[in-house]
């Protein structure tokens, strides 16, 4: 199940970098009927990665 994570948010700066250190972009910001704000549908709240340094 995907989870809308909204631009400007924790969540949505751990994608980015998440994104960024494979080298890819993430993709733009998009308004999706029934969310409030501009974001983007993921596979988790946080990615792998964010929850690993987390636990570092």
């Known amino acids: 199940m995907k989870v809308f ?10 994608w980015r970098r998440d994104f ?4 890819k ?3 733009s910001p998009q308004q999706f ?3 409030k704000g501009f974001g983007w549908w993921f ?3 946080f990615p792998a990665t964010a929850l690993v340094s987390q636990a570092s």
């Open 5 to 14: 994570v909204q631009d400007g948010t924790a969540a949505w700066d751990a």
């Open 20 to 23: 960024e250190a494979r080298g």
């Open 25 to 27: 972009r993430i993709p």
């Open 33 to 35: 009927k029934g969310e």
């Open 43 to 45: 596979d988790s709240l």
